[in-house]
T-cell receptor, first 113, second 115 residues
Framework: KQEVTQIPAALSVPEGENLVLNCSFT??????LQWFRQDPGKGLTSLLLIQSSQREQTSGRLNASLDKSSGRSTLYIAASQPGDSATYLC????????????FGEGTQLTVNP | GAVVSQHPSRVICKSGTSVKIECRSL??????MFWYRQFPKQSLMLMATSNEGSKATYEQGVEKDKFLINHASLTLSTLTVTSAHPEDSSFYIC???????????FGNGTRLTVT
């Protein structure tokens, strides 16, 4: 059974700092990995999707890397802003449709002004 | 862009009653919809997968007679929590996907409180 772990569970940083969120998964036979953002009491917003054949994806200040063989992914956030405060979830899929997801428990990020 | 609408956003009900949650794809045909449950400070757990016009596939440990899922059209799936108990109080989120390699979209969730 696939298990996804995210470290740290919570993180508080001052505005402007660069930071790294970590995600690990036990079964490396994945089709893709996604990073999501969840604001309190809200649904999920997809941030980055990395196919199993890819090593990284970038969108603006966000960069996600994937090391499939070691079962790890990182989400790098550059020049953090208070608006980045949210819970960040990592999810993997084994299916080619990429839609049946196993989620980690998330990292709750607080960026202080 | 594509939007998934989930309704209601919040609902409070009494023990023993049933509650229906709707998930609609607004500008695409959702051939597959997924229902997740999220307890406070925990991850999203997949409850079931529904394909339009067929019976839902439930994950292990999820009672199909308690959580009734109907995906009668390509734009609507409903989750009915029957005979609700306080332990069913949770955040329920749906996601929807079109055909092929189309992306997955999530609703904004429904906070269910059973008193």
């Amino acid at each position: 059974k696939q298990e996804v772990t995210q470290i740290p569970a919570a993180l508080s940083v001052p505005e402007g700092e660069n930071l790294v969120l970590n995600c690990s998964f036990t079964d490396s036979a994945i089709y893709n990995l996604q990073w999501f953002r969840q604001d309190p009491g809200k649904g999920l917003t997809s941030l980055l999707l990395i196919q199993s054949s890819q090593r990284e994806q970038t969108s603006g200040r966000l960069n996600a890397s994937l090391d499939k063989s070691s079962g790890r992914s990182t989400l790098y956030i550059a020049a953090s802003q208070p608006g980045d405060s949210a819970t960040y979830l990592c999810a993997v899929s084994k299916e080619t449709s990429g839609s049946r997801l196993t989620f980690g428990e998330g990292t709750q990020l607080t960026v202080n002004p | 862009g594509a939007v998934v609408s989930q309704h209601p956003s919040r609902v409070i009900c009494k023990s023993g009653t049933s509650v229906k949650i709707e998930c609609r794809s607004l500008d695409f045909q959702a051939t597959t919809m997924f229902w997740y449950r999220q307890f406070p400070k925990q991850s999203l757990m997949l409850m079931a997968t529904s394909n339009e016009g067929s019976k839902a596939t439930y994950e292990q440990g999820v009672e199909k007679d308690k959580f009734l899922i109907n995906h009668a059209s390509l734009t609507l799936s409903t989750l009915t929590v029957t005979s609700a108990h306080p332990e069913d109080s949770s955040f329920y989120i749906c996601s929807a996907k079109g055909q092929g390699s189309s992306p997955l979209h999530f609703g904004n969730g429904t906070r269910l409180t059973v008193t």
